[in-house]
């Protein structure tokens, strides 16, 4: 897959909001959506990690891409949420949660309406969208989930294969 466009079969799309921005992940890739509750912070972990949550047993990272894009972070609201998305990692499967203001829709992008992501104005590293899907007279910015994340970062994210890692009791 190219990171100039989107995936030709991908068709849906999971839209939030991050401050004044509308973001999309493939349909594929989100795995769920939830209540933006306790967010245990990590020492020493990157300024745009909020923290962890502990999903079914599972620690997952939780990412603010408010502060990863060089914005302010969002105050959490009644609205506010954790989309967990799934994402490559050493190729492995892996889950990590993005902290959203609130979740858009399920938009239906047919893929003539995806255009390339431009290398100015989003706001957002090129290389890390597969595009920008037109909806009505708005852009929505698509996130491709597997390169959000460097690979240093990543590497300094706790371990969170789909595999489960186990909280201590």
Known sequence: MTTTAAD??????LTFCVGDEEYGVGIL???????YDTVTTVPNAPRF?????NLRGSVVPVVDLAVKF?????PVTRRSCIVVVELQRDGQRTVMGIAADRV????????GTIEPAPDFGTGVRSDW??????SDKRFILLLNTDRVLTTEEQQALPATTTDTTELPS
């Open 70 to 74: 060089g914005r302010t972070p969002s």
């Open 29 to 35: 890739q989100a795995k769920e959506i939830i209540e």
């Open 49 to 53: 990690i909020r923290g962890v949550i």
């Open 129 to 134: 969208l597969q595009g920008l899907g037109r």
């Open 8 to 13: 030709p079969l991908q068709t849906q799309y």
């Open 104 to 111: 858009s829709q399920v938009a239906e992008l047919a893929p």
